[in-house]
């Protein structure tokens, strides 16, 4: 189990978090998934890697994620 945290960047409203929270949410071994939209950030709890969390990011919308 590890902890991540990335800064999205490309979210503009709550629909927006809802979108990458449940994208990430569906991937297998994500335990916790926290999205701040004022500040971008995501915080993911679970046995995924970062680029499996970045896709996901990225197959929500226009939405990119960084290692932050």
Do not use: I, K, N, W
């Amino acid at each position: 189990m590890q902890t991540l945290d990335f800064t999205v960047t490309g979210m503009t409203c709550q629909h927006c978090v809802a979108s990458v929270t449940e994208e990430v949410s569906e991937l297998p071994g994500v335990e916790q998934v926290d999205v701040d939209l004022a500040s971008g950030r995501l915080h993911v709890v679970g046995d995924v890697t970062p680029a499996q969390v970045q896709t996901a990011v990225a197959e929500a919308g226009s939405y990119t994620a960084q290692p932050a």
